[in-house]
Each structure stands twice: as C-alpha cells, then as structure tokens.
Nanobody, 126 residues
Framework: QVQLVESGGGLVQAGGSLRLSCVASGHSFSNYAMGWFRRAPGKEREFVAGINWNGGSTYYIDSVKGRFTISRDNTKSTMYLQLNSLKPEDTAIYYC???????????????????WGQGTQVTVSS
C-alpha cells in the first residue's frame, strides 16, 4: 500500500523559510517521479514543482522559481521542498504526489499523479 506523509509545515513570517518533507512507503520510491502541489483557500489545487526519479531533472512554476527548491533522497525514500523568501500568497496546504512513471518532472496536471499525501499547512503572515 503506497503511503505518502508530508510534514514540516507551519506558521512563518514573510521572508522566512520552511522545509517540507514527504516520506514514502509501500513502493519502490526511486522508480518514480514526484511532485509538490498546493491548494490556497478558495483556489484550485496548483502544481508547484516536480522532480524525476533520480533528481536529475526538476521543474518549477514561475512564481516559485529562485525561492523554492525540490530535492529527493532515494536512500531515505523522502522528497523535500525548501521554501525560502516566503510570501503571504504562498499560504496553502502543500501536498506531495507520486507519478506512475520515472520521468516527467514538468507534469503539472493532478491526473498525471497516481498517489497523494494528506497535506501539510503552510501559513505565511505579512
């Protein structure tokens, strides 16, 4: 049974940083591309960043480029999202997700992903 568990969210002031983690179990983590999404209050779920199976390819939406960094440690079955220079508009529930294939770090549709975590709340105060 595939499980994805996010952690690391919290309340931070604008300009601050957080590091989100997504621990995977129940499958061969290193075989699959992964991604981070977020859902802000009253908005649709939004793709944030993606990473291929070995971390050699990453992709970011424009609004987080230069501020967020996606990475993975296949030895720990864990994916990360480093959030720097946070803005109030980054406030959202952040979800990790697993693709059914090894590549495609730029896959941005929720339907491109087969499994989802429960989410972790990130709140940025101004």
């Amino acid at each position: 049974q595939v499980q994805l568990v996010e952690s690391g969210g919290g309340l931070v002031q604008a300009g601050g940083s957080l590091r989100l983690s997504c621990v995977a179990s129940g499958h061969s983590f290193s075989n699959y591309a992964m991604g981070w999404f977020r859902r802000a209050p009253g908005k649709e779920r939004e793709f944030v960043a993606g990473i291929n199976w070995n971390g050699g390819s990453t992709y970011y939406i424009d609004s987080v480029k230069g501020r967020f960094t996606i990475s993975r440690d296949n030895t720990k079955s864990t994916m990360y999202l480093q959030l720097n220079s946070l803005k109030p508009e980054d406030t959202a529930i952040y979800y990790c997700a697993r693709r059914p294939v090894a590549n495609g770090s730029s896959a941005s549709a929720p339907s491109d992903y087969a499994y989802w975590g429960q989410g972790t709340q990130v709140t940025v105060s101004s």
